[in-house]
């Protein structure tokens, strides 16, 4: 149509940059915000970390508090912030300098050290109290008000009233508490280091004015054992006794917290381990060490909380198969402090590779729970190995289970350890044993194997003394495979029992095998593994809780007494 108007191109550009520009904004805004929101958020937290650095509290960032918690400055109620995980303060984001100005941590050791040793005042900090507690005036609940309210000692943990404080309690010397005899007063220490300045050592004396009863407590947690809960119960560890006690093992060395011990009276210091038992391990060479270094009278007792995947050694001495946070930690320390003083065989495993027993020195490591050569080392050496390539992937108990399910199938089909008896000879106190067609053979010092299967015992139809971990003897077991192992934990069958001894020798005679002691597996050539007896160990046992296999295996062993009897 001749008569229509056509648009002119420059109102068509113009139209088009607009859209363009519109498009762009709706773009590029998004995207410049989510920057400079995550640039303002970085700079924060360099804050935070500036501010945790120089600070004297051991602040921890949380996004959420697990209970109701108001800012210890400005008394406002508050989601997220940071808490010291030492003194229990928590702050708003915003208050975390005048929290450093206006409150003072947990001292370590006292500044003024003309201050009796036996005279120390409460510690009081307002607000956040636990939950149930209950006033030490009154005996009333406190921490009911949905405001900061109430005070707690961080060294007794005692709690009262607003009303109820009194300046007679504010100056009131603090006892330490229910945990008193577990604690190190920072008294103690400033006195321990003025005797070193004086270059005396009578530290018993010393220790005398804290009673009989005192046997302090040092804390070595692994961080990233298991569940990864150690972090956590670092915190709970340090509010309830002194920081100073207690220790992360992958930044301190147990070598280097033990000589805490050193600084203790004589056979008074005990341990408690958070870890699987690869750390129990790591802690138990380290007090051999001090034992070389002539340090014998320093060494400590050695308790168990259990936070790795099989913990069969915790299970041993009634710590339990696993610690997933279903008791508090201050039940924790009530049990240590119930439990009873036994001993730990340790054994040195040697390994001298075939063709080089002059010219190559033997391997040598130390045995607390089990040394094994077959399916179950298998099932280890495929874990670790996986485990190596995504550790962060293998930080849930039930999940590091599942995967050792996964190869045990695996194995049940594949049966790579086949035909054992063939490529092995053995001998028990220098006596060789024949063999029958086995994949696996087991040598154990513990009750529990495979994470909470008495091997030994089996179903507990057949008369067999008990495994012990202190009569200086062995039990060796055969398996015939994995589905052999399995039907064993589940009590549908019972190992081979080859027999008990001092001494186990075994020779490889060829091919490559899989071996594993207390769960580091290797792959082993040709050689010949000697056990013998190397030390004792000196662990607590706590009896206050028993497993239905403890408790039928003890019905047994009275059985058969009665029969012996009769």
């Known amino acids: 149509m001749e008569g229509e108007k056509q648009p002119a191109p420059s109102e068509g550009l113009f139209a088009d940059g607009h859209l363009v520009l519109w498009t762009l904004c709706?773009?590029?805004?998004?995207?410049?915000?989510?920057?400079?929101?995550?640039?303002?958020?970085?700079?924060?937290?360099?804050?935070?970390?500036?501010?945790?650095?120089?600070?004297?509290?051991?602040?921890?960032?949380?996004?959420?508090?697990?209970?109701?918690?108001y800012c210890c400055v400005c008394a406002q109620h508050i989601l997220q912030g940071a808490f010291c995980d030492c003194c229990g303060l928590c702050?708003?984001?915003?208050?975390?300098?005048?929290?450093?100005?206006?409150?003072?941590?947990?001292?370590?050791?006292?500044?003024?050290?003309?201050?009796?040793?036996?005279?120390?005042?409460?510690?009081?900090?307002?607000?956040?109290?636990?939950?149930?507690?209950?006033?030490?005036?009154?005996?009333?609940?406190?921490?009911?008000?949905?405001?900061?309210?109430?005070?707690?000692?961080?060294?007794?943990?005692?709690?009262?009233?607003?009303?109820?404080?009194?300046?007679?309690?504010?100056?009131?010397?603090?006892?330490?508490?229910?945990?008193?005899?577990?604690i190190i007063p920072p008294s103690y220490l400033t006195s321990i280091n003025q005797m070193r300045k004086d270059k005396k050592t009578d530290y018993a004396l010393l220790a005398s004015k804290l009673g009989k009863q005192w046997a302090p407590l040092i804390i070595l947690a692994n961080s990233r054992s298991g569940t990864n809960m150690g972090e956590g119960l670092l915190g709970e560890f340090r509010i309830l006794l002194n920081p100073v006690q207690v220790f992360d093992v992958t930044k301190t060395p147990p070598i280097k917290a033990l000589q805490l011990c050193t600084l203790l009276p004589c056979y008074s210091a005990r341990v408690l381990v958070c870890g699987g038992d690869g750390t129990v391990g790591w802690v138990l060479d380290a007090i051999d060490e001090m034992k070389i270094k002539g340090q014998e009278e320093y060494i400590p007792q050695v308790a168990v909380l259990p936070l790795g995947t099989g913990n069969d050694l915790s299970n041993t001495l009634g710590w339990g198969t696993g610690y997933a946070g279903e008791i508090p930690v201050a039940?924790?320390?009530?049990?240590?402090?119930?439990?009873?003083g036994i001993k730990l065989d340790r054994w040195k495993v040697q390994v001298t590779n075939k063709g080089y027993y002059h010219l190559?020195?033997?391997?040598?490591?130390?045995?607390?729970?089990?040394?094994?050569?077959?399916?179950?080392?298998?099932?280890?050496?495929?874990?670790?190995?996986?485990?190596?390539?995504?550790?962060?992937?293998?930080?849930?108990?039930?999940?590091?289970?599942?995967?050792?399910?996964f190869y045990g199938t695996k194995d049940c089909l594949v049966q790579e350890c086949k035909d054992l008896n063939k490529k092995v000879e053995l001998e028990l106190d220098g006596e060789r044993v024949e063999l029958p067609n086995l994949e696996g053979i087991i040598v154990l010092n513990i009750g529990y194997?495979?994470?909470?299967?008495?091997?030994?015992?089996?179903?507990?139809?057949?008369?067999?003394?008990?495994?012990?971990?202190?009569?200086?003897?062995?039990?060796?077991?055969?398996?015939?495979?994995?589905?052999?192992?399995?039907?064993?934990?589940?009590?549908?069958?019972?190992?081979?029992?080859?027999?008990?001894?001092?001494?186990?020798?075994?020779?490889?005679?060829?091919?490559?095998?899989?071996?594993?002691?207390?769960?580091?597996p290797w792959a082993q050539g040709p050689c010949t593994v000697t056990i013998t007896h190397k030390t004792h160990a000196l662990m607590l046992y706590f009896s206050g809780e028993q497993t239905d296999d403890d408790i039928s295996s003890a019905s047994d062993q009275e059985d058969n007494t009665l029969m012996g009897e009769y």
């Not at 805004?29 to 303002?40: A, D, E, G, H, Y």
């Not at 039940?331 to 009873?340: C, G, I, P, T």
């Not at 015992?457 to 015939?480: I, K, Q, S, W």
Request: a positive charge; charged letters at 25%; proline letters at 4%.
């Open 360 to 405: 190559r020195k033997p391997k040598e490591f130390t045995m607390n729970n089990y040394f094994s050569v077959g399916p179950d080392a298998l099932m280890a050496l495929n874990f670790h190995a996986h485990r190596e390539k995504a550790p962060s992937l293998f930080s849930s108990r039930i999940l590091n289970k599942a995967v050792y399910l």
């Open 91 to 182: 702050v708003d984001e915003g208050c975390l300098k005048n929290a450093d100005r206006r409150f003072q941590c947990k001292e370590i050791m006292l500044k003024n050290e003309g201050r009796a040793l036996d005279a120390m005042p409460h510690h009081w900090i307002r607000g956040n109290v636990p939950l149930c507690s209950y006033c030490v005036v009154c005996k009333q609940q406190c921490g009911t008000q949905p405001k900061l309210c109430d005070y707690r000692c961080i060294w007794c943990q005692k709690t009262v009233h607003d009303e109820c404080m009194k300046n007679s309690l504010r100056n009131e010397e603090c006892d330490f508490g229910e945990f008193k005899n577990l």
């Open 331 to 340: 039940q924790v320390l009530r049990n240590v402090m119930e439990a009873d």
């Open 26 to 69: 709706s773009v590029l805004l998004p995207v410049f915000i989510t920057f400079w929101c995550s640039l303002q958020r970085s700079r924060r937290q360099l804050h935070r970390r500036d501010i945790f650095r120089k600070s004297k509290h051991g602040w921890r960032d949380t996004d959420l508090f697990s209970q109701p918690t």
């Open 449 to 520: 194997w495979g994470g909470g299967c008495r091997l030994w015992e089996g179903m507990g139809d057949e008369t067999y003394p008990l495994a012990r971990h202190d009569d200086g003897l062995l039990e060796v077991v055969g398996v015939y495979g994995s589905f052999h192992c399995a039907q064993i934990q589940v009590k549908l069958a019972n190992p081979f029992r080859i027999g008990q001894a001092h001494t186990v020798r075994l020779i490889l005679k060829c091919s490559m095998m899989p071996m594993q002691v207390d769960g580091e």
